[in-house]
């Protein structure tokens, strides 16, 4: 057996890989109720059969992957790989970046595991693109070789956050006043949902109670119009932002939408201006309206991703 692993900000899945390739045993854990990555992993192995005792693993952590060190911004945990694989007992440990696992699962996506969104046609051997709103937003890229594929990962969410209407600038003002810097990730994440809220009120000239990100959609579902209008303003942020994307590394073979967030809100995605406003680029609509677009459905695919890592 193997063990992989996608720790995100808020929420990490775990599971067993046999040496079928079979994804088994899959559990999802709350972060919050653990102190770090070592503790959550022991949780989770602690309640397999000694016989299932994994001496590979592979991990993927929401966190820039630059050396021994890691270190996940969004939720304050750091280890050290070396030190992990050994209380681990493993042979083997292989540390990635979650968009990269998530990149890596993207040529194995049947038709019932995403959704798509527009037209546009894939073509083949050329880079597909993932980007996902989640705690943080994650950004990679999938990118064909001569005997194969290879993810590039980077912090794309990081970029600064492009406005195309004089609203959206005005809103990213009011951001970039409060945080100094407007990045993509600032507004497509589950606290820039409610910071995109937030700024709206504050232009509506309205005072904002605390609130979280399940609620500004639930709002946004029951009919409230200045949910309604955060919403809108997001999935139009994001396909802007990912046209972006889709032009700086040429994914004629597909942009595919990941994360916590996007999946939740489907239909709302789907007659959003998230495809208008991807394709929108001037002279370059042609070659982006080329490009399809999916919501990716399947709960567990930087998994898949890490099991295509260890050759299963």
Same mark, same amino acid.
């Given at each position: 057996?193997?063990?992989?692993?996608?720790?995100?900000?808020?929420?990490?899945?775990?599971?067993?890989?046999?040496?079928?390739?079979?994804?088994?045993?899959?559990?999802?854990?709350?972060?919050?109720?653990?102190?770090?990555?070592?503790?959550?992993?022991?949780?989770?192995?602690?309640?397999?059969?000694?016989?299932?005792?994994?001496? &590979?693993?592979?991990?993927?952590?929401?966190?820039?992957?630059?050396?021994?060190?890691?270190?996940?911004?969004? +939720?304050?945990?750091?280890?050290?790989?070396? &030190?992990?694989?050994?209380?681990?007992?493993?042979?083997?440990?292989?540390?990635?970046?979650?968009?990269?696992?998530?990149?890596?699962?993207?040529?194995?996506?049947?038709?019932?595991?995403?959704?798509?969104?527009?037209?546009?046609?894939?073509?083949?051997?050329?880079?597909?693109?993932?980007?996902?709103?989640?705690?943080?937003?994650?950004?990679?890229?999938?990118?064909?070789?001569?005997?194969?594929?290879?993810?590039?990962?980077?912090?794309?969410?990081?970029?600064?956050?492009?406005?195309?209407?004089?609203?959206?600038?005005?809103?990213?003002?009011?951001?970039?006043?409060?945080?100094?810097?407007?990045?993509?990730?600032?507004?497509?994440?589950?606290?820039?949902?409610?910071?995109?809220?937030?700024?709206?009120?504050?232009?509506?000239?309205?005072?904002?109670?605390?609130?979280?990100?399940?609620?500004?959609?639930?709002?946004?579902?029951?009919?409230?119009?200045?949910?309604?209008?955060?919403?809108?303003?997001?999935?139009?942020?994001?396909?802007?932002?990912?046209?972006?994307?889709?032009?700086?590394?040429?994914?004629?073979?597909?942009?595919?939408?990941?994360?916590?967030?996007?999946?939740?809100?489907?239909?709302?995605?789907?007659?959003?201006?998230?495809?208008?406003?991807?394709?929108?680029?001037?002279?370059?609509?042609?070659?982006?309206?080329? +490009?399809?677009?999916?919501?990716?459905?399947?709960?567990?695919?930087?998994?898949?991703?890490?099991?295509?890592?260890?050759?299963?």
């Amino acid at each position: 057996m193997d063990l992989i692993a996608d720790i995100g900000a808020t929420n990490s899945r775990c599971a067993l890989l046999d040496d079928k390739g079979r994804i088994l045993s899959a559990e999802v854990f709350q972060n919050e109720l653990f102190s770090g990555v070592e503790a959550l992993l022991h949780a989770y192995l602690d309640h397999r059969r000694a016989s299932d005792r994994p001496r &590979r693993a592979a991990l993927a952590v929401a966190a820039p992957i630059l050396g021994d060190d890691v270190d996940m911004v969004n +939720i304050g945990w750091r280890f050290s790989q070396a &030190r992990l694989k050994e209380s681990l007992g493993l042979h083997r440990l292989t540390v990635v970046n979650d968009f990269a696992a998530l990149a890596w699962a993207l040529p194995g996506l049947d038709l019932e595991d995403r959704m798509q969104i527009g037209s546009g046609a894939p073509m083949t051997r050329m880079p597909l693109a993932a980007i996902g709103p989640g705690t943080g937003l994650g950004v990679a890229c999938l990118a064909p070789t001569m005997d194969g594929w290879t993810a590039l990962s980077g912090e794309g969410g990081h970029v600064t956050l492009a406005a195309a209407t004089s609203e959206e600038a005005t809103v990213i003002e009011v951001i970039r006043d409060e945080t100094g810097h407007c990045s993509a990730e600032r507004v497509l994440s589950g606290p820039g949902i409610v910071r995109l809220y937030i700024a709206l009120a504050k232009l509506a000239g309205r005072d904002v109670v605390e609130i979280k990100p399940a609620d500004v959609t639930a709002l946004a579902q029951r009919g409230e119009p200045l949910a309604g209008k955060t919403l809108a303003m997001f999935f139009s942020l994001l396909g802007t932002t990912a046209g972006n994307l889709a032009l700086t590394v040429g994914a004629r073979g597909g942009v595919f939408i990941g994360g916590g967030i996007v999946p939740r809100v489907l239909d709302a995605c789907a007659k959003s201006g998230f495809r208008d406003r991807f394709t929108a680029k001037g002279r370059y609509r042609d070659y982006l309206e080329g +490009i399809p677009t999916y919501v990716i459905t399947d709960p567990l695919p930087a998994l898949r991703g890490l099991r295509t890592l260890l050759g299963r």
